[in-house]
């Protein structure tokens, strides 16, 4: 696919000794950086002037072999905060392996752009619901506002609606690139607890163990048992925990994966590192409100000894976890942002989840007429003919509630305050409380709690 570049905008221009991409910027001053850490720059050749010329096509097509380390040198250099290992370790360590589109942008046959895809499937209750997740959107500093990741986006969207997956995922470091091609965000929540300066004791009995290979049989099961009920991708199959295990040696970033021990067997497990002062937990599985508390006090004993003065991380306000930790010190549960998803198949998605918002539904005893829902434009009706609740057509004379896109998807994953939306529209009162039901706000969305 050719398409032709926008100018790029007077400010995007590198001035020297402004640019922090030395290892891409010609206007750094470091010719010898330059040339020798760009891929598809031969040494010698000394920098491109073609960022800032006018008038150039690009090619969006799917990454070929050959590309793959100037693939992997632009998102090292555009992620900066992350290694070049957790992209040679991406492909290589996930659980369904290599992404599923992989595509490259080339400006005169070199690598300016990358964006790959990967279908995944997220838990809904007991079931599972195919989602195609986008990651590593990224385009070279001297050829960014032109249009690229717009290009890109819009070529790999192509590839998933004719994948007829219903929902397109992924996080979001600014939301803009994304909003234009339909994306909404969807909030999860976060918690942040303070380091007190006593640290309380784990209890005895309860021990703490680097995890170990032989550990990882009995731990997955843990984790398939506790996330259940979870909304989230199904990141976490018996594979992806090899490759996380594996992963640890060699990111050079400290990352601990430690077993909870009770009489000599795992009942519970945690990750975390040490991220911008505070202690990141990355996950925790722990049943019970005891085990949580005993989690609790494990982490905040360990950023205690690190001098740190936080432990945050992604949770589920629901969580054994959150109750466990609000005993032992002060804990604000906050908006999180960055999760953005994209209705490609309103159909799909609702006969995904439809059996699972019945399991939801608060009210089991709701049976009554039909309501009809107006996402962005796509009238369908939801009844409640018996215990199950009923997505089909479009219901004459039956009550209206007008849901954007972002609004109904806020609805499906139970987010915080999502209930607001019904309150717009003429329904009576029965019709609302039958909705609300019917999606309860319990804010259980997981969402990569273990991406590092
Ligand atoms: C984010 C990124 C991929 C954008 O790439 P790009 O090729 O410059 O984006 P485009 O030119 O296609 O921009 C398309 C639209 O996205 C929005 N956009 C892009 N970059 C933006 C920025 N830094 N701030 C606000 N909006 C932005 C604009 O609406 C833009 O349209 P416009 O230029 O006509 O106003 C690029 O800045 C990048 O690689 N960043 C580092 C890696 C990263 O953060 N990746 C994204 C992870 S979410």
């Known amino acids: 696919m050719w398409i032709s570049l926008s100018r790029p905008a007077p400010n995007n221009a590198c001035k020297p000794g402004s640019c922090r991409e030395r290892r891409w910027c010609p206007a750094s001053g470091d010719a010898k950086s330059t040339q020798g850490s760009s891929p598809n720059r031969s040494p ?41 290992e957790y992209f040679r370790s991406y492909h290589r360590l996930l659980p369904s392996g290599r992404p599923d589109v992989q595509l490259a942008a080339k400006v005169d046959d070199r690598l300016v752009g990358y964006i790959e895809c990967q279908w995944v499937e997220h838990y809904f209750g007991d079931r599972t619901l195919p989602v195609a997740n986008i990651g590593a959107l990224c385009t070279h500093p001297e050829f960014r ?13 192509q590839r998933v609606d004719a994948d007829r997956h219903p929902l397109t995922g992924l996080h979001a470091a600014i939301p803009e690139p994304y909003r234009e091609h339909g994306f909404w965000p969807v909030p999860h929540t976060e918690f942040v607890a303070e380091v007190p300066d006593s640290p309380p004791v784990p209890d005895r009995g309860t021990l703490f163990e680097p995890v170990a290979d032989d550990d ?13 009920q979870l909304l989230g991708p199904l990141v976490r199959t018996r594979r992806y925990f090899n490759g996380q295990h594996e992963w640890m ?80 010190t002060a804990v604000e549960i906050r908006r999180g942002e960055g999760l953005m998803f994209r209705i490609n198949n309103l159909d799909g998605l609702l006969a995904a989840v439809g059996p699972h918002l019945s399991l939801r539904r608060r009210t089991v005893a709701v049976t009554s007429p039909p309501v009809n829902l107006n ?33 109904f998807l806020a609805l499906v994953f139970g987010c915080p305050g999502s209930a607001a939306a019904l309150q717009k529209g003429d329904l009576r009162v029965d019709s609302r409380a039958q909705l609300e039901a019917v999606f309860p706000e319990d804010g259980w969305v997981l969402w990569e709690a273990d991406h590092y």
């Open 44 to 84: 010698g050749r000394g920098p491109r002037r073609g960022a800032h010329e006018e008038n150039q096509v690009m090619n969006i097509a799917p990454l070929k072999p050959s590309d793959e380390s100037a693939a992997l040198a632009l998102m090292s250099a555009c992620f900066a905060e992350e290694p070049i």
């Open 145 to 157: 506002r032109r249009g690229i990741a717009r290009g890109l986006l819009k070529a790999a969207l």
């Open 216 to 228: 990882l049989d009995e731990l997955f099961d843990l984790y398939r048992h506790e996330n259940r």
């Open 249 to 328: 040696s060699v990111l050079p970033r400290e990352v601990a994966w430690e077993t909870m021990r009770q009489i000599g067997r795992s009942v519970g497990y945690l990750r975390y590192r040490r991220e911008s002062g505070s202690l990141k937990v990355l996950e925790v599985v722990a049943s019970g409100r005891d085990r949580g508390r005993a989690v609790a006090a494990r982490l905040l004993q360990q950023a205690h000894a690190d001098g740190l003065g936080q432990v945050r991380g992604r949770v589920s306000p629901r969580a054994p976890f959150v109750r466990g930790i609000e005993q032992l």
């Open 375 to 407: 996402v962005a434009g796509q009238v369908r009706s939801l009844s409640f003919p018996s215990a199950q609740a009923v997505f089909g057509p479009a219901v004459e004379d039956a009550p209206v509630v007008d849901l954007s896109e972002g609004e």
